[in-house]
């Protein structure tokens, strides 16, 4: 079985800063691994995914992750944060044959001015 | 397509009532996912369905909570009795598999 530890519950970054976002999975077969972000009172919506291929993915809204095998890591990361960028981000990931979806527990990204 | 469409978006019931919570897929898509978000457990995998099959409802919190798919447009969760403990904010997604899996808006359901 799948599982996902996002090892932040909450950030707090000032505009215009760097951000990390730190998610580690563990499956004992091959993944596809996602960034979902879920703004308030609204549903969840994709980031950006790595299915296979270049292990540096980069997303909407200027983000990118890079899958890291021997570390089971996929990483959030965003050079310069906006106000806009506060939200809720998921790290989820799903066995390639069953497609169970299983997701972390969610970090809260706030940007203070 | 006009995405996954859940009804209805806010659901006020008392306790003890049933609650019955729709959800229609993607067309084309073959899995489909009922997720419960909650603050103190976060985003809950309750059941997936792959053509119309369930395939792992290990995540139902127990025997008051049923889901169905009788066909490949169309989803219900349904909770009966309800308790106030079941609030929450209720998701489902669908995936062609392929790719990435595509949400709704979501229902917000308080029992009060």
Redesign the interface.
């Given at each position: 079985a799948q599982s996902v530890t996002q090892l932040d519950s909450q950030v707090p970054v000032f505009e215009e800063a760097p951000v990390e976002l730190r998610c580690n999975y563990s499956s004992s077969v091959s993944v596809y691994l996602?960034w979902?972000v879920q703004y308030p009172n609204?549903?969840?919506?994709?980031l950006l995914?790595y299915?296979s291929g270049s292990t540096l993915v980069k997303g909407i809204n200027g983000f990118e992750a890079e899958f890291n095998k021997s570390q089971t890591s996929f990483h959030l990361r965003k050079p310069s944060v906006h106000i806009s960028d506060t939200a809720e981000y998921?790290c989820a990931v799903?066995d390639q044959g069953?497609?169970?979806?299983?997701?972390?527990?969610?970090t809260r990204l706030t940007i203070n001015p | 397509d006009a995405g996954v469409i859940q009804s209805p978006r806010h659901e006020v019931t008392e306790m003890g009532q049933e609650v019955t919570l729709r959800c229609k897929p993607i067309s084309g898509h073959n899995?489909l996912?009922w997720?419960r978000q909650t603050m103190m457990r976060?985003?809950e995998?309750l059941i997936?369905f792959?053509n119309n099959v369930p395939?792992?409802d290990s995540g139902m919190p127990e025997d008051r909570f049923s889901a169905k798919m009788p066909n490949a447009s169309f989803s219900t969760l349904k909770i009966q009795p309800s308790e106030p403990r079941d609030s929450a904010v209720y998701?489902c997604?669908s995936?062609s598999?392929l790719?990435?899996?595509?949400?709704?808006?979501?229902t917000r359901l308080t029992v009060v």
């Open positions: 996602f979902y609204q549903g969840l919506q994709l995914k299915l998921f799903s069953a497609q169970k979806l299983v997701f972390g527990q969610g | 899995s996912f997720y976060g985003l995998l997936y792959n395939i792992d998701f997604a995936t598999g790719s990435e899996a595509f949400f709704g808006q979501g």
